[in-house]
């Protein structure tokens, strides 16, 4: 104890070059950590998003590309499949259950999600978990909305609240839709996982905010359109529903036509999804069904298993994660070389001191111990205030990575590896540590002792 | 049993030189007495010192300390040894500059694995007895003044109860009154410790307070050759 009392006045003493190498320390705990902590959340954020489901099927593209917009809501959908297809694979007698999903819309920043009530029966995440209601229940009519716990707790929502949807996804879109409004009917359960940032509406709700069902209460005024039209070819370009773009137009340039709220009742099926979610009733099945989808004449599709379209992410990922560790272990080492240069390039200086200690009867091998001990101070105050900032970028980072990623990263990065991170890392810098030490141990022996 | 220190056929040559720079045949103080070596700089002294304290082993002869043979401890009991029966009190720097004197004293203590509790007590009696106030316990070394430093080195010396002090030219940094002030002082905890001092300095007008006087060139016959070399 007096060791580490000698050697923590010692520091003092000397903080301003203390505090830069722990500041150089911290900066590169917090890389090392960092990469490790958002690599191991985002693989169990994503592994733990969809469970269940043994196929998406959704436009040509590739499996991880289909999975990624599809379920963890990154990146955009190019193409959509026809209602037929959906409705043909539906009736396959190897599917068990078939959701929809009809994604390229927001609201106020949170995605919408086109479904119907089947999603809310058999979707699952975590480990076979499915969805559960905090209050209210699943869609009741065509304008109901189901909301996420993150949109509800972000927005205030409460069943019965009403809202409106936005073109585009993005917190700022120009086209809004705003002539329908949709009731919120029910509030999921917090999942941490991208459905808490979803707004749940109804297919046919959604083809009639899209305009495809005449629902305008109130005829669309001359500079909307102008406005609307302004950006069309924004919207085309990132947008599945060209068409439903351009009948909306013709709605509005009519903007005639006063329809009752009730027509909606007689809401056409959409004529195209973004993807659908498939169980089977035998697992076994998959791959014929899969092989089926991809061989689909009629219309090119992509059949993906999720399983298999994770780990082939991991893979494409892992390459990337390796160089950003050997980076940050690159970038570690050196400033635990920086540690030692430091307390070498003090010795000279503390050559009397040394002296002192050893007149006064204090062996040498507690000198070699006090620098090992001003060696580990820093380094532990360097790896706490690396994992303190860890802790607070991913709070204020949280928020930002759900909403665009998808990927839910708990701010807590103390865990039984990061704690043998830390422990690895005490005992590489008491290893170079070793050079300063074994330096001063030198000079305090008999021969090399200066007053 | 009479003698604190007993140098036989001492010799000592720096790594690398090709004199030696230190050969004493012989040197012995007794029990209880005081002496004052007489020397400049450049004479052998502070190697003769190191010697003495056992920070330095001789590469011929015997260095005895309380009647004990230091080349025959190891390194870890010659540094006991020292921490237990030597007080050692320089010309400056005797104390770490940023520690505080109570921390200052304290590594002295628990060298020797003095309880906390008895060094407390003792610490600020020996403060009260060099006209130091218990105040300045919680003062950075630095912050006092030249003559405070070195009181605060005799307490750092004696708080072990040696048996021998080694005062190495502790008041050439001193003015005269302060410098009269330490010497009384340094004396007057002799008297009471019943420790045997030797005290190095070239300054004659200190000679008087000791029993016995000694020039290290009379001691050191290296040193004699080399001023011999010199004229």
């Known amino acids: 104890m007096m060791l580490f009392n000698l050697a923590w006045k010692s520091l003092l003493e000397r903080r301003v070059s203390v505090f830069l190498t722990i500041v150089t320390i911290c900066i590169s705990v917090f890389i090392a950590a960092g990469v490790a902590h958002v690599r191991n959340q985002a693989q169990s954020s994503f592994d733990r998003t969809i469970s269940g489901v043994d196929l998406i099927i959704g436009p040509r593209t590739s499996q991880i590309n289909l999975m990624l917009y599809s379920v963890f809501r990154i990146g955009y959908p190019g193409n959509g499949i026809s209602w037929e297809s959906f409705e043909l694979i539906k009736s396959d007698n190897r ?33 076979r978990q499915s969805l559960a209601f905090d209050s209210g229940g699943v869609f009741a009519s065509v304008h109901d909305a189901v909301i996420g716990a993150d949109v509800a707790r972000e927005l205030g929502y409460q069943t019965g609240d009403t809202l409106t949807l936005s073109h585009g996804v993005g917190t700022t879109s120009f086209q809004n839709h705003d002539n329908v409004q949709f009731t919120v009917s029910g509030i999921l359960t917090a999942t941490g996982t991208p459905v808490d940032q979803a707004v749940h509406v109804t297919l046919q709700g959604l083809e009639s905010a899209h305009g495809n069902v005449a629902t305008h209460q109130h005829a669309v005024d001359e500079e909307d ?70 061989e689909y004449p009629s219309e090119p599709l992509t059949g993906a298993l999720p399983g298999v379209a994770l780990a082939e992410l991991w893979q494409m990922m892992g390459m990337v994660e390796n160089i950003l560790l050997v980076i940050s ?24 001191e040394i002296f002192l200690y050893r007149a006064v009867g204090m062996p040498s091998r507690s000198i070699l111990l006090l620098v090992e001990a001003e060696a580990v101070l820093i380094t532990a105050l360097g790896i706490l205030s690396g994992f303190a900032l860890l802790f607070l970028v991913t709070s204020a980072g949280q928020d930002f990575l759900s909403m665009r990623f998808g990927i839910f990263i708990s701010q807590n990065p103390i865990n039984q590896q990061s704690l043998f991170f830390a422990l690895v890392i005490l005992v590489v810098a008491a290893l170079l540590a070793l050079i300063p030490a074994i330096s001063a141990y030198r000079s305090s022996l008999g021969s090399q002792l200066t007053t | 049993m009479g003698n604190v220190v007993a140098l036989n056929d001492l010799c000592f040559t720096w790594p690398g030189a090709d004199k030696p720079v230190l050969t004493v045949p012989q040197f012995t103080l007794s029990n209880d007495r005081s002496v004052f070596l007489l020397g400049a700089s450049g004479s052998g002294k502070s190697t003769l010192l190191k010697i003495i304290g056992g920070l330095m082993l001789p590469d011929t002869g015997t260095v005895e300390v309380l009647n004990t043979n230091l080349a025959r401890l190891s390194n870890r009991q ?55 106030a218990p105040a300045l316990l919680s003062r950075r070394a630095d912050q006092l003044s030249a003559g405070q430093q070195q009181r605060a080195a005799i307490a750092r010396a004696i708080i072990n109860d040696p048996s021998l002090i080694i005062a190495d030219e502790p008041t050439s940094a001193l003015d005269e009154e302060t410098r009269d002030n330490f010497i009384r002082l340094l004396l007057s905890t002799r008297e009471r410790s019943g420790a045997s001092i030797i005290f190095v300095s070239h300054d004659r007008q200190l000679i008087p307070h000791f029993d016995h006087v000694q020039r290290i060139a009379d001691l050191n016959k290296a040193a004699q050759r080399s001023e011999h070399d010199a004229v």
């Open chain 1, 95 to 127: 599917v068990a259950w078939i959701i929809p999903v009809s994604l390229g819309d927001s609201h106020q920043g949170f995605r919408v999600v086109g479904t119907n009530n089947d999603y809310f029966e058999h979707y699952q995440f975590g480990q």
């Open chain 1, 329 to 352: 272990v690159l970038v570690l080492i050196s400033s635990l070389t920086g540690l030692s240069t430091m307390l070498l390039s003090s010795m000279r200086e503390r050559r009397h």
């Open chain 1, 225 to 294: 359109y102008e406005h609307e039209h302004g950006h069309e070819h924004e919207h085309d370009e990132d947008h599945a529903h060209e068409e439903d773009t351009h009948a909306k137009h013709l709605q509005s340039g009519s903007a005639a036509a006063p329809d009752t709220f009730s027509s909606v009742a007689n809401a056409v099926q959409p004529s195209q999804i973004t993807a659908a979610f498939v169980g089977l009733h035998n697992r076994a099945a998959v791959f014929a069904l899969q092989q089926a989808v991809n």
């Open chain 2, 78 to 132: 010659r540094d006991t040894f020292r921490a237990q029966n030597i007080g050692f009190i320089f010309q400056q720097f005797n104390l770490i500059p940023y520690l505080d004197i109570y921390t200052n004293i304290l590594v002295s203590a628990s060298l020797t694995g003095m309880k906390t509790s008895v060094f407390r007590n003792k610490v600020e009696d020996i403060m009260a007895s060099l006209s130091l």
